[in-house]
T-cell receptor
Framework: GENVEQHPSTLSVQEGDSAVIKCTYS??????FPWYKQELGKRPQLIID?????GEKKDQRIAVTLNKTAKHFSLHITETQPEDSAVYFC???????????FGTGTRLQVFP | SQTIHQWPATLVQPVGSPLSLECTVE??????LYWYRQAAGRGLQLLFY??????ISSEVPQNLSASRPQDRQFILSSKKLLLSDSGFYLC??????????FGSGTRLTVV
């Protein structure tokens, strides 16, 4: 089955710097890759997603890139702000299923 | 509008006691529903998913079970809780947009 690895587990950046979180997946047939943000004690919220027919997607300060050949995808946050501090999860959806297999999460801390 | 409800928000239960967590969805029909568990400081582990009434698929062997008695109701249960069952339990469904919508979660502490 699908396996998703996520790095780093923790990431600290200065406000205004960029943050990059990387994930790899094992099932080459997976075709949907969302990213979730989870603030302390709250439910995960979808922030951006990408499908396998697209290499890059951007939404304001957030972007996701996908390399199908290498089976990895990344989240890029530019001009980070303290409110970006949270745990971020990547996920992959195996082909022809609605299941999501999550990475282990990255705790991002943005220092003012 | 489509919403997902999950309760209770927090629960403290002794080892060996039973468990019942409920999740309901409004504003849609025949949703795919999921139960995830998040252990402290860990990722989200898929426990069960259901594509319809009475249809349950288990992803990992464990002390828990799930049932779908109605189209919009998904229940997570245990007959006898273990300490290792502690965690943050999240119900989710596929909404109109891509990706899951999660319920607000139940924080279970087994003591």
């Amino acid at each position: 089955g699908e396996n998703v690895e996520q790095h780093p587990s923790t990431l600290s950046v200065q406000e205004g710097d960029s943050a990059v979180i990387k994930c790899t997946y094992s099932d080459s047939a997976s075709n949907y890759f969302p990213w979730y943000k989870q603030e302390l004690g709250k439910r995960p919220q979808l922030i951006i997603d990408i499908r396998s027919n697209v290499g890059e997607k951007k939404d304001q300060r957030i972007a996701v890139t996908l390399n199908k050949t290498a089976k990895h995808f990344s989240l890029h946050i530019t001009e980070t702000q303290p409110e970006d501090s949270a745990v971020y999860f990547c996920a992959a959806s195996p082909y022809n299923t609605d299941k999501l297999i999550f990475g282990t999460g990255t705790r991002l801390q943005v220092f003012p | 509008s489509q919403t997902i409800h999950q309760w209770p928000a927090t629960l403290v239960q002794p080892v060996g006691s039973p468990l019942s967590l409920e999740c309901t969805v409004e504003g849609t029909s025949n949703p795919n529903l999921y139960w995830y568990r998040q252990a402290a400081g860990r990722g989200l582990q898929l426990l069960f998913y259901s594509v319809g009434i009475g249809q349950i698929s288990s992803e990992v062997p464990q002390n828990l079970s799930a049932s779908r008695p109605q189209d919009r109701q998904f229940i997570l249960s245990s007959k006898k809780l273990l300490l290792s069952d502690s965690g943050f339990y999240l119900c989710a469904w596929i909404g109109q947009q891509y990706g899951y919508t999660f319920g607000s979660g139940t924080r279970l502490t087994v003591v």
